[in-house]
């Protein structure tokens, strides 16, 4: 059984229907915590998550459940293209609408057609954009939703601007998330990890050295805080490769002691 995040009509519905290619159960959770705590559990195999989006950056829920929350790991990573369509209640006039609604990343998304053709029109922020396309559909053609096509198929609103998304270029990269690691390893892999390091000058450039003497190399770097602490911070990191490999496991062995806080998180194919 795969978990996502929904409501139904989500772009994280549709990336576990695309990713799993029919051949699993879906299962929908109220947030992205309780998916991965259910993978936890034992009360699922696995969920797909959002972790990063090409325009809004790391989902911060998934990086803090995952580094604090959890035990599990990264076994797969799976990247969807957003495309944020207008919809509303079928034989809407536009002129009707009085007010468009999304979750606030679909508003932000797609400013330039909402400046454009729609100024003075209320915008409104939703819980999803499934919960928008809901109320779209229940109003009296009073409000539009910005949404993806799945959402507006389910929830029978006509589509009235296509793709009208600012940027083309809109990726999610979702992960999939599993009890125990994955251990097949491919040609094209990464591996992720998160740690901490004193709080003193040059610890983290240290611990970024020891992958650098192995040359080994980094796709991605971010910091999240401690939670517990003001002005301390965990690092999440993704180099290329997999820990099968022997100059990465070692070098990986020598970041986790020199941390004060360890913890791999998955070596897995990647996009």
Request: proline share 3%; with cysteine.
């Amino acid at each position: 059984m795969l978990g996502y995040m929904g409501p139904a009509g989500t772009f994280s519905q549709q990336a576990a229907v695309e990713w799993s290619e029919g051949r699993e159960e879906l299962k929908e959770f109220p947030t992205i915590a309780s998916a991965i705590k259910a993978v936890d559990n034992g009360e699922i195999e696995r969920c797909i998550v959002p972790i990063e989006n090409s325009l809004n950056g790391s989902v911060t829920m998934t990086l803090d459940t995952l580094a604090f929350n959890s035990d599990v790991y990264i076994t797969a990573e799976y990247v969807l293209g957003i495309t944020q369509n207008l919809a509303v209640k079928k034989g809407t006039d536009l002129s009707d609408i009085k007010m468009i609604m999304s979750h606030p990343q679909g508003l932000g998304q797609c400013t330039k057609m909402l400046e454009k053709e729609f100024p003075g029109v209320e915008l409104r922020a939703a819980a999803s954009t499934a919960k928008a396309s809901q109320a779209a559909a229940e109003s009296d053609g009073s409000i539009a939703a910005i949404a993806p096509a799945a959402a507006a198929q389910l929830y029978g609103l006509e589509i009235v601007r296509a793709a009208c998304n600012d940027d083309r270029n809109n990726y999610t990269r979702f992960v999939v998330i599993e009890k125990k690691p994955n251990m097949k390893v491919t040609d094209h892999d990464k591996t992720s990890i998160v740690f901490s390091t004193e709080h003193v000058p040059g610890s983290l450039y240290r611990a970024i050295g020891l992958l650098g003497d192995e040359k080994i190399n980094m796709l991605k770097i971010e910091s999240r805080p401690v939670k517990n602490e003001l002005g301390k911070y965990i690092f999440f990191i993704d180099i290329e490769g997999n820990t099968d490999n022997a100059k990465i496991y070692f070098a990986l062995d020598k970041v986790r002691r020199h941390s004060l806080f360890y913890k791999y998180l998955g070596s897995y194919h990647y996009e």
